[in-house]
């Protein structure tokens, strides 16, 4: 289908910006086609360049957990602004953000605000190695934790493998610092421990995988990790960037909690929910860690934009209009939703799983997954192509999914009986261009 405007849009975009866009999966690359301009949203809603409206699905990857241009955090922002954008100084709401959220995760004492998720995790890395006194990280295949050099390393080939980089420009010498591992492995977690005594500053892991498709953790495996980190003298770092507190009132960890999963990672990381859609992002965790970071400590981190007010606001304002129905609300659509994906795919025959985490979820396509997906390796063996048919259908008819079948499917609490019937009268056409798609 053509994009129209969107059309236009692109072809000047590619001429000034590279690939046209900021984020490279913005780009479409990996379902083709072109990518829609947006100008706007409102609630479940977002309406591109040609003024038509779509179900989003994306919800900027996250932070817009209870829908887009919330009244409330609107109003917040707009308030926050009025009274200055930039002070490059202390505020009050910042203090108030940080209790929200130690409030909100017993584990956490101490929270030092910066402005993306990649700064969360470059400086939890650097904090565990400032800790610890030892270079070695170790992470886990088809993990995502932003593009800081030492994070980007991908699936290594094997337990134990030294990473290459999995980006052009990144040197030897610091891939060489993250050994990759494959996800929901206990042996592995042993074997790498095992070779490397004394030399591992910490472990990172997603809470629950949520960036090759979802894939939650096998039962015990968080406290497991926990456990041989507290051993082995290395730290847990647990990136909820993108579970926390979209999954529940604490993240993923509080989920993990609840269902008696208990275990204590030394330091957190956050973003996207408690910027509400503003740049604001976090490291957290307990006091003696965590005061090992300048001004306290000798641990150096720093920024201009860090506990911006604006974006403080957003984030605070978000996080204390997130109540108990908001995520029964999330829940309850995010099953609603599922079951739809479900049944339109089951009468059309296409094989796939549907993986969750609290309330994420994703499909992954094709029969070699159907017994479920425990790990990269096994997410790398669907059938993308089924989802690039299924996607492009979607959008035709007004629903905007994210653009790449390794992506969580992100509903708001905005999302009401109205876009759920949207969504739901578009999924039979869709399910027949995934069934009947080529690779
Ligand atoms: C688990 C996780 N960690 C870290 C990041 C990086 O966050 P940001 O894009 O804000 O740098 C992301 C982004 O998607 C993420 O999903």
Known sequence: MSGGHNEDLFARARRAMPGGVSSPVRAYG????????LE???GAYVVDADGREYVDLIASWGPAILGHAHPEVIEAVTD?????????????????????????????????????????????VRLARGVTGRDLIVKFS?????????????????????????????????????????????AAIA????????????????????????????????????QTCHDNGALLILDEVLTGFRVGPAGYWGVQQQTGETYAPDLFTYGKVIGGGLPVAAVAGRAEVMDLLAPVGPVYQAGTLSGNPVAVAAGLATLRRADAAVYAALDATSAALQAEVGAALEREGVPHVIQTAGNLFSVFWGAPVAGGVPDYETATRQESFRYAAFFHEMLAQGVSLPPSAFEAWFVTASHDADALSRIAAALPAAARAAASATP
């Open 30 to 37: 990996s379902v083709g086609g072109t990518p829609r301009f």
């Open 40 to 42: 706007s949203a409102h």
């Open 80 to 124: 926050a602004a009025a009274r200055g954008l930039s002070f490059g100084a202390s505020t009050p709401a910042e203090t108030l953000l940080a209790e929200e959220i130690s409030g909100r995760v017993a584990a956490v004492e101490r929270v030092r605000f910066v402005s993306t998720g990649t700064e969360a995790t470059m400086t939890a």
């Open 142 to 186: 088809g993990h995502y934790h932003g593009h800081s050099d030492g994070l980007l390393a991908q699936a290594g080939s094997g337990v134990a493998t030294l990473a290459l980089p999995g980006s052009a420009g990144v040197p030897e010498a610091i891939a060489a610092q993250t050994i990759v591992v494959p996800y929901n492995d206990p």
């Open 191 to 226: 074997e790498v421990f095992a070779r490397h005594p004394g030399r591992i500053a910490a472990v990172i892991v997603e809470a629950a995988a949520a960036n090759m498709g979802v894939v939650a953790p096998e039962p015990g495996f968080n406290a497991l990790l926990a």
